[in-house]
């Protein structure tokens, strides 16, 4: 499955951006979907992830309550709702998948990532 982010930008602290993760190649329902993000001079990281029919989610401890993750089936895409920035969220965001039904916190389990959108949280 080949997969393309796009949504990122620049944005003022407490504003909002709505990431999308197209996909295509692939059984989209089959795969398990997470976002990650790696911010300058860091280590990727999860953010957040959905199970095949997006019954179960995850979100890291740093996000809970201003990120939402959601995947529309029928578009072959998944979606990371992003509100109440900070200036910690600065970094490149990207999707990636797994063809398993619940998503892992853990990177080197997904064999597919998009190409990565860079989101900056300024002042």
């Known amino acids: 499955v080949q997969l393309q982010a796009s949504g990122g930008g620049s944005v003022q602290i407490g504003g909002s951006l709505r990431l999308s993760c197209a996909a295509s190649?692939?059984?989209?329902?089959?795969?398990?979907l997470g976002w990650f993000r790696q911010a300058p001079g860091k280590g990727r990281e999860f953010v957040t992830g959905i199970s095949r029919g997006g019954s179960v989610t995850k979100y890291a401890d740093s996000v809970k309550g201003r990120f939402t993750i959601a995947r529309d089936n029928a578009k072959n895409t998944v979606y990371l709702q992003m509100n109440s920035l900070k200036p910690e969220d600065t970094a490149v965001y990207y999707c990636a998948a797994s063809q398993v039904q619940i998503p892992s916190t853990t990177s080197n389990l997904y064999p597919y990532w998009g190409q990565g959108t860079l989101v900056t949280v300024s002042s």
């Open positions: 190649g692939g059984t989209f329902g089959l795969y398990a």
